[in-house]
């Protein structure tokens, strides 16, 4: 099937840095890219989206750049807090659907 | 609470054996996903239905089935069950071309 590659696998940061996670996607017509966050024993919850036709998507401390070309997309958290300590999922949409394909997840430690 | 509902939350079954998770989506909610966690392989997609018909298929065994029913519930079939099968697994809901919202999942642990 085609693959979402994430990086890193793990994130330290402390409290007040910003933290960036990067994604990489194989399926060209995937055309929906969204981030979830989920915290242990729980579900992953959306916390961002972006779809093919915008590049940069920005909500108060969390922004998402895309770029179809070379078919990446990153999540940038500014500000961190130590609840924002969770592990966070990219995901690229099979095809033109909203079926998801998921990295394997960056585990975010935000320290005070 | 994302108003989509899984059940059992937890289930403990044998090798060999067959189960029946549960969903029920969000009121209104046409698309239900299915997607199973675990350690290894991650998130992965299995199944998408919508308003009882498949619309895309994943990366499901043969041993695994679904279905979505008229009352737009759905149910995920597992049959001859190894332990690698242990893993959660999570029911979505959208309406057609929109975000999917996640169940709580149910955590599945073969023995």
């Known amino acids: 099937g085609e693959n979402v590659e994430q990086h890193p696998s793990t994130l330290s940061v402390q409290e007040g840095d910003s933290a960036v996670i990067k994604c990489t996607y194989s399926?060209?017509?995937?055309?929906?890219f969204p981030w979830y966050k989920q915290e242990l024993g729980k579900r992953p919850q959306l916390i961002i989206d972006?779809?093919?036709?915008?590049g940069e998507k920005k909500d108060q401390r969390i922004a998402v750049t895309l770029n179809k070309t070379a078919k990446h997309f990153s999540l940038h958290i500014t500000e961190t807090q130590p609840e924002d300590s969770a592990v966070y999922f990219c995901?690229?949409?099979?095809?033109?659907?909203?079926?998801?394909?998921f990295g394997k997840g960056t585990s975010l430690l935000v320290t005070p | 609470d994302s108003g989509v509902t899984q059940t059992p939350k937890h289930l403990i079954t044998a090798t060999g054996q067959r189960v029946t998770l549960r969903c029920s989506p969000r009121?209104?909610?046409?698309?239900v996903y299915w997607y199973q966690q675990s350690l290894d392989q991650g998130l992965q997609f299995l199944i998408q239905?919508?308003?009882?018909?498949?619309?895309a298929k994943g990366n499901i065994l043969e041993r695994f089935s679904a279905q979505q029913f008229p009352d737009l519930h759905s149910e995920l079939n597992l049959s001859s069950l190894e332990l690698g099968d242990s893993a959660l697994y999570f029911c979505?809901?959208?309406?057609?071309?929109?975000?999917?919202?996640f169940g709580q999942g149910t955590r599945l642990t073969v023995v």
């Open positions: 979505a809901s959208s309406p057609l071309e929109r975000e999917a919202f």
């Open positions: 399926d060209s017509a995937s055309n929906y």
């Open positions: 972006i779809r093919s036709n915008v």
């Open positions: 995901a690229a949409s099979l095809g033109t659907g909203y079926a998801l394909n």
């Open positions: 009121s209104g909610d046409l698309s």
């Open positions: 239905y919508y308003n009882g018909e498949e619309r």
